[in-house]
C-alpha cells in the first residue's frame, strides 16, 4: 500500500496558486518525498523531491513540515496544461515507487 | 537522447498467447522498471533491474518474466496473457551514482488489451 493520502481531486483557476497537499505520518528517517504527475495518458513526469528543507524549482516548490508528516506541492502560478494527476510518493532511493491513486488536479479557466 | 522508448505502443492479444513489451533507454541508466496501471488506478511495479544482469521482482510479478542482458534494454515477456493484464505498461529508468535520487524518467507507455 502507499505511504501517502492525498485528496482525490483539486480545483484551481487559472493563473493561481494550486496548493496540493500529502500526509505521510509514517515516513522514516531517511525516506525522500517526491512529487510526479501523469498529463492525461502519459507516462509520469519529475517535478520535485525533498527531505526535510523545502525545495523549489522551476515547476514548483514543496513545503514539508518540520515533523516530516505531511507536505504541500505549490504550482505558483498554474496554467492549463498543469491539469494533471499529481501523485505523492515516499521513497528512500528514488526507484521502486508505490504509487498512490493521486490528486486530480482541474486547473480552471 | 531519445529518452525511454517502449513498442509497441497498441497491443491485443488472445487469452494463453505470449509476447514481449520492448523497453530501451540512450541515458546509460543502470536502473530500469516495469509498473502497470489500470483503469483510475496508481502505477504498480510489475520488475526491477538494478543493472546489467541482474532482476527482482515488485509488488505484482506473477505472469511476467524480465531479463537485462544489456544496460539499454528490459524487455517484458507475457508468459500466457490472461484478460487481468489488460492495462497500460510504462518503462522507467534513471541513473545511479554517489548521490542517492536520480529522476525516474517514464516511457510513452503500451497499451495491452487481452480478449
Known amino acids: 500500500d502507499a505511504k501517502t493520502t492525498q485528496p482525490p481531486s483539486m480545483d484551481c483557476a487559472e493563473g493561481r496558486a494550486a496548493n496540493l497537499p500529502c500526509n505521510h505520518s509514517t515516513i522514516s528517517g531517511n525516506e525522500y518525498v517526491y512529487w510526479y504527475r501523469q498529463i492525461h495518458s502519459q507516462g509520469p513526469q519529475y517535478i520535485i523531491h525533498?527531505?526535510?528543507n523545502n525545495e523549489t524549482n522551476e515547476m514548483a516548490s514543496l513545503i514539508i513540515t518540520e515533523d516530516r508528516k505531511s507536505s504541500t506541492l505549490i504550482l505558483p502560478h498554474a496554467t492549463l496544461r498543469d491539469t494533471a494527476v499529481y501523485y505523492c510518493i515516499v521513497e528512500n532511493y528514488g526507484q521502486n515507487f508505490v504509487f498512490g491513486p493521486g490528486t486530480r488536479l482541474s486547473v480552471l479557466p | 537522447n531519445a529518452g525511454v522508448t517502449q513498442t509497441p505502443k497498441f497491443q491485443v492479444l488472445k487469452t494463453g498467447q505470449s509476447m514481449t513489451l520492448q523497453c530501451a533507454q540512450d541515458?546509460?541508466?543502470?536502473?530500469m522498471s516495469w509498473y502497470r496501471q489500470d483503469p483510475g488506478m496508481g502505477l504498480r511495479l510489475i520488475h526491477y533491474s538494478v543493472g546489467a544482469g541482474i532482476t527482482d521482482q515488485g509488488e505484482v510479478p506473477n505472469g511476467y518474466n524480465v531479463s537485462r542482458s544489456t544496460t539499454e534494454d528490459f524487455p517484458l515477456r507475457l508468459l500466457s496473457a490472461a484478460p487481468s493484464q489488460t492495462s497500460v505498461y510504462f518503462c522507467a529508468s534513471s541513473g545511479s551514482g554517489d548521490y542517492n535520487y536520480n529522476e525516474q524518467f517514464f516511457g510513452p507507455g503500451t497499451r495491452l488489451t487481452v480478449l
Open positions: 541515458m546509460n541508466h543502470e536502473y
Open positions: 525533498g527531505l526535510k
